[in-house]
C-alpha cells in the first residue's frame, strides 16, 4: 500500500466535454507497470459546486488510449508514414506556397474548433490572416452558437451565452428552458434548477422529446420540430394581450416595440398552436407563469438555433425577455446554453470569418486599425470577411479552395449533408489535419499533425456563463506531440513570420489576447494567469483591478444608445414539409455519453461501452406503421442520402418526429441525411429538421 501511495499523481484540471468545464482532481496512481485513474470533483469549484457527470469521470480514457498519434504521418501511397517535424513543416510550407502561387492566397481554407484554448482560438484567426494571408477562416462553433450570438447581438448589442450566474438560478420564479437538454448535455448545472423548482418556479420546457430536462417542468410543450418561433410569437400575444407587459421597461430600454405591437393584433393563437402542434391552453400557461413572475430566465440552445430560421428563432423568443423586462437585474435574464467545451470563447477571438478578437468586426475600419496595429502589420494587408463553416467546404467543391489546414474539428462528421462533404474534401489538392487521432476527416488528410491533450495543455477557456478559467498542464506531453499553438508558430515562422509568432508559451499569447481584447466588446484585458490562478473572472474586465461582470445590461444594452431592439414578428415555415415520399420529420441532438464528433469519447471504453452505436428514437406506433421493429436495422432516407441505423422504441417523442444523435461517423453519421440549407443571417444549417422515410431493410 505504500509503495502503491508513493506512485500516486495528482493532477488538478477541469473536464473538457462541455461549457460548464467542471474542474476535478484525476489522481494517477501506478502499480508497478499498470496504472489506475480516478476522477473527483472540485468542491471549490463556482461553477459545478463539486458536482461531475460520467463524461467527466471518464474524460481521461481517451487522452490515454494507444491510438493517439504521437508523431506526424504522412500519406504515402496511401499509408501514413511517421516524419519528423522539420520534414512536415518543410512540407506544409512548400505546398501551401505552391497553392497560393498557383490558385491565389484565399485558396487556402482554415477550420477551426469549439473546443480549442482561448490563445489557441486567438491564434488560429492571426495565422490564418497573418501568415497564410487568406480571408478564409471559419469554424465549427458555426455549427453550435451562430444563431444565438446573431441574435443577441442584434438585440441587446453583444453576445454572452448567459447574461448572468448560474448562481441567481434558483432564485428565479419562473424558468423556459427551450430547445435544451441540460439534463444530458451539461448535467452538473441541473441541480440549480433543482433548487428554483424547491423555491417555488414554474419551470416550461418547449422540446419535441420527453427528456430528463423534461422532467424538471411543471409543463411540457412537446412542439413540433422547427416551430419555435411561433409558440414564442402565441406567447407575446398572450403576454400583451392580457396585460403582463412591462411598459415602463419598454418605454425607457427598449426600441422597436411599435413594429412588434402592431404584428401581435394580426396574431391568431388558435392558428398558431394548431401549427406548433401545442394546446393554447398550454400556451397560455406558459406565458402567464412568465409574465407573472417578479424574476425569470428564458434559455435556448441548438433545438431553437439550429434551424435555418434559427437567428429569427432567438429574436422571437428574445420578444418575450425584453416585453417583460426580465433581464438586467437579480434572477432575471436570459442564456444561449453554450455545448462545446469553450463554445464561448472560442466564438470571441476571431476564428469567425467575420470577426477579429475581443468581438471586433473585420468589416469595421477601427477594428481593423487595431488589431492590425496590436499584430504589427499593414491594416490594408488584413484579409476582409470570408464566408461560414459549410460555405468553405462549397468553396472546396467548386475548387475555389484547394488546400485546408483543420484544426481541433472533424467536419467530415460534424457538417450536415455528408456525403457531400466527403466528396467535396476528396478534390483538395493538400489536407492538412492537426488532431490527437486519425478522425474521419484526418484520415482524408495527407498530413496529420498530433496535437496534445486537455490533460497536457495549458490555456484558457471560458465557461457557458462567461466566466474565464485557467486550465494548467499536468502531464508532459507523449511522443513527438506538440501542442496547436506550437504547430502554427512553427509554421508561420518558416513562412517568414518570425517575430510575430515567437511565443514562448500560451501566457505569451493570453498576454497578446488580452491587448487585442482591450477596448472590445469580450473586453479581457484585466484578466490575466496571475488572477485566474486564484479564481475564474468573467468578461468584460477593462482593468487589472476590475472585478469582473458576472451579470450583464443592469444599467444599459450595449447598442449605442443604450436601448435593446425588439424584432418584428415572424412565422418561419419548415424549409422540408413531411411529404408522400418522406413523411416524417427528424430531428438529431446530443446524448450524455458522448462529445461532439466522437473522435474522443468513442475512444474512452467506458463511455462508448455504454453508447456503442446510434439509436434512432422512434415512438411504437410510428414504427409499427412502418413495420420497424424494435431494436431492428432500418433504412432512413432524406433528399440528399441514406444510412442504416437501429431503432430504439419510445414513447417519449412525438409521432411525426423521430430523432438520433450526431456523434457518430461513416456509414453511422446521420449527417448524411441533414439538410445544409442556411441560415440568411448567421449561415447555421437546418441541422434540426428534415424530412425523411423510414423502410425495413428487408425491403430494400
Ligand atoms: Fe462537467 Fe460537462 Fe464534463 Fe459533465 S461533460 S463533467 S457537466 S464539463
Request: glycine share 8%.
Amino acid at each position: 500500500e505504500q509503495l502503491e501511495k508513493s506512485m500516486e499523481k495528482v493532477m488538478t484540471t477541469q473536464c473538457p466535454y462541455c461549457s460548464v468545464q467542471c474542474s476535478m482532481e484525476l489522481t494517477e496512481e501506478r502499480i508497478v507497470t499498470r496504472k489506475r485513474y480516478k476522477a473527483k470533483p472540485n468542491k471549490q469549484d463556482r461553477t459545478s459546486e463539486g458536482r461531475m457527470c460520467m463524461k467527466g469521470a471518464n474524460a481521461h480514457q481517451h487522452v490515454m488510449n494507444g491510438e493517439r498519434i504521437t508523431s506526424p504521418l504522412l500519406k504515402i501511397d496511401g499509408e501514413f508514414c511517421q516524419i519528423p517535424w522539420e520534414l512536415a513543416i518543410e512540407y506544409i510550407v512548400e505546398q501551401f506556397k505552391f497553392i497560393q502561387k498557383e490558385d491565389g492566397n484565399d485558396a487556402l481554407g482554415v477550420y477551426g474548433g469549439g473546443s480549442l484554448t482561448n490563445e489557441e482560438a486567438y491564434l488560429l484567426g492571426k495565422f490564418a490572416r497573418v501568415a497564410l494571408k487568406t480571408k478564409h477562416i471559419d469554424y465549427n462553433g458555426r455549427f453550435c452558437m451562430s444563431a444565438a450570438a446573431a441574435a443577441g447581438n442584434a438585440a441587446f448589442g453583444m453576445d454572452r451565452g448567459l447574461t448572468n450566474s448560474l448562481s441567481e438560478i434558483p432564485d428565479a420564479k419562473c424558468i423556459i428552458l427551450a430547445g435544451t437538454n441540460i439534463a444530458d448535455c451539461q448535467p452538473t448545472i441541473v441541480p440549480y434548477f433543482r433548487k428554483a423548482k424547491k423555491n417555488g418556479a414554474f419551470i416550461t420546457v418547449i422540446d419535441p422529446r420527453e427528456t430528463g430536462t423534461s422532467k424538471l417542468a411543471d409543463l411540457h410543450l412537446q412542439v413540433k420540430p422547427g416551430t419555435d418561433a411561433l409558440v414564442a410569437n402565441a406567447m407575446l400575444k398572450v403576454l400583451f394581450d392580457e396585460g403582463y407587459t412591462n411598459d415602463r421597461f419598454i418605454s425607457e430600454r427598449t426600441n422597436g416595440f411599435h413594429e412588434v405591437k402592431g404584428d401581435i393584433q394580426g396574431l391568431d393563437l388558435q392558428e398558431l398552436a394548431d401549427l406548433s402542434g401545442v394546446k393554447v391552453e398550454d400556451i397560455t400557461l406558459a406565458a402567464r407563469e412568465y409574465g407573472k413572475a417578479e424574476t425569470g430566465f428564458l434559455f435556448t440552445a441548438r433545438g431553437v438555433e439550429q434551424h435555418s430560421h434559427g437567428y429569427e428563432n432567438v429574436r422571437q423568443y428574445l420578444n418575450l425577455v425584453l416585453a417583460t423586462g426580465k433581464i438586467g437585474k437579480y434572477a432575471c435574464g436570459y442564456g444561449a446554453i453554450t455545448g462545446q467545451g469553450n463554445g464561448q470563447g472560442g466564438r470571441e477571438h476571431g476564428q469567425k470569418a467575420d470577426q477579429l478578437p475581443g468581438y471586433r468586426s473585420i468589416e469595421n475600419e477601427e477594428h481593423r486599425k487595431y488589431i492590425a496595429s496590436v499584430w504589427g502589420v499593414n491594416e490594408a494587408e488584413l484579409p476582409r470577411k470570408g464566408v461560414s463553416a459549410y460555405e468553405l467546404i462549397e468553396k472546396v467543391d467548386k475548387e475555389e479552395i484547394t488546400a485546408m489546414f483543420v484544426m481541433g474539428s472533424n467536419p467530415v462528421v460534424s457538417n450536415p449533408n455528408a456525403i457531400f462533404v466527403e466528396k467535396a474534401l476528396k478534390k483538395l489538392k493538400f489536407l492538412v489535419v492537426v488532431d490527437m487521432f486519425v478522425s474521419e476527416t484526418a484520415r482524408m488528410a495527407d498530413l496529420i499533425l498530433p496535437t496534445s491533450s486537455y490533460l497536457e495543455d495549458e490555456g484558457t477557456m471560458t465557461n457557458l456563463e462567461g466566466r474565464v478559467v485557467l486550465r494548467k498542464a499536468e502531464r508532459t506531453l507523449p511522443g513527438d506531440v506538440k501542442h496547436d499553438w506550437q504547430i502554427m508558430s512553427e509554421i508561420a515562422s518558416s513562412l517568414g513570420f518570425q517575430e510575430a509568432f515567437s511565443y514562448t508559451s500560451a501566457e505569451d499569447i493570453f498576454n497578446e489576447l488580452r491587448l487585442a481584447s482591450r477596448g472590445g466588446i469580450a473586453d479581457y484585458y484585466g484578466i490575466t494567469y496571475n488572477r485566474l490562478k486564484e479564481e475564474g473572472i468573467f468578461w468584460p474586465c477593462p482593468d487589472k483591478e476590475h472585478p469582473g461582470t458576472s451579470r450583464i445590461f443592469d444599467q444599459t444594452f450595449a447598442h449605442p444608445d443604450g436601448k435593446a431592439l425588439f424584432y418584428g414578428l415572424r412565422k418561419p415555415k419548415l424549409v422540408e414539409e413531411p411529404s408522400e415520399q418522406f413523411p416524417l420529420l427528424l430531428t438529431t441532438g446530443r446524448i450524455m455519453e458522448h462529445y461532439l464528433s466522437g473522435t474522443q469519447t468513442r475512444r474512452s471504453p467506458e463511455l462508448n461501452k455504454r453508447a456503442e452505436e446510434p439509436l434512432l428514437e422512434i415512438h411504437p406506433e410510428t414504427a409499427k406503421k412502418y413495420r420497424i421493429n424494435n431494436g431492428e436495422l432500418f433504412q432512413l432516407r432524406s433528399r440528399r442520402g441514406s444510412m442504416i441505423i437501429r431503432s430504439s422504441y419510445s414513447e417519449k417523442i412525438r409521432r411525426d418526429t423521430i430523432f438520433a444523435p450526431f456523434h457518430w461517423g461513416d456509414s453511422q453519421s446521420i449527417n448524411r441525411v441533414t439538410n445544409p440549407v442556411l441560415d440568411p443571417f448567421c449561415k447555421m444549417p437546418e441541422f434540426k429538421v428534415c424530412s425523411v422515410s423510414i423502410t425495413p431493410l428487408i425491403d430494400q
